[in-house]
Nanobody, 132 residues
């Protein structure tokens, strides 16, 4: 059974930092691409950052978080991370971890790493709230 469990969300003031973590119970995890999505009330789910199967060789970020957020993965520990610095009120959302089907090696690159329809498995989400 595939499970993705996020943690690390919380409430911070603008300018603060949070580190989100996602633990994954999935076979052949190292074949999958991984990503963080977020969804604010009344808005569509947005791909924030994605990473290819080969660690940080291939990453993609939405423009609004470039230079502030860093996605990384530890394949040995089956963990996906999102370091979020210089947080802004507009970063407030539920953040979700997602994985592609590990049945084959993921070849996504660039913006495709942040396309919702490319991902098969999802966590339940962790709330991030940034106050001004």
């Amino acid at each position: 059974q595939v499970q993705l469990v996020e943690s690390g969300g919380g409430s911070v003031q603008a300018g603060g930092s949070l580190r989100l973590s996602c633990t994954i119970s999935i076979n052949s995890y190292n074949r999958a691409c991984m990503a963080w999505f977020r969804q604010a009330p009344g808005k569509e789910r947005e791909g924030v950052a994605g990473i290819g199967f080969d660690s940080d060789a291939f990453t993609s970020y939405v423009d609004s978080v470039k230079g502030r957020f860093t996605i990384s993965r530890d394949n040995a520990k089956k963990t996906l991370l999102l370091q979020m610095n210089s947080l802004k009120p507009e970063d407030t959302a539920m953040y979700y971890c997602a994985a592609t089907d590990p049945g084959s090696w993921c070849r996504l690159r660039g913006r495709d790493l942040r396309k919702r329809e490319e991902y098969n498995y999802w966590g339940q989400g962790t709330q991030v709230t940034v106050s001004s």
